[in-house]
């Protein structure tokens, strides 16, 4: 059974920066490419950035770019969303979601979310 769990959110001033985990099991984590998600009070999960299968990542998320990235440490099982030059509309629960390659765009297992509030 493959779960994810999130941890890393919280409470940051506007300008600041936080580092979100997601720590993969079940499965191989190589055999996943993982995705972050976030959703706000009242609006729709935005799909916010991605691995992809050749490599790299994709941001598509047109507000955050140049500000979070994504990594991953195969060893830990583990995906990060670095976050820098945090803004109050960067406010949501964080998702992390893992894809595996017959499935192509689907994701197919989620975390539970870690909220994260940035304060103006």
């Known amino acids: 059974q493959v779960r994810l769990v999130e941890s890393g959110g919280g409470l940051v001033q506007a300008g600041g920066s936080l580092r979100l985990s997601c720590a993969a099991s079940?499965?191989?984590?190589?055999?996943?490419?993982m995705g972050w998600f976030r959703q706000a009070p009242g609006k729709e999960r935005e799909f916010v950035i991605a691995?992809?299968?050749?490599?790299?990542?994709?941001v598509y998320l047109e507000s955050v770019k140049g500000r979070l990235t994504i990594s991953r440490d195969n060893a830990q099982s583990t995906v990060f969303l670095q976050m820098n030059s945090l803004k109050p509309e960067d406010t949501a629960v964080y998702y992390c979601a893992a894809r595996t390659p017959h499935r192509g765009p689907i994701y197919d297992y989620w975390g539970q979310g870690t909220q994260v509030t940035v304060s103006s």
């Open positions: 691995e992809n299968w050749s490599g790299g990542s994709t």
């Open positions: 079940g499965r191989p984590f190589s055999s996943f490419r």
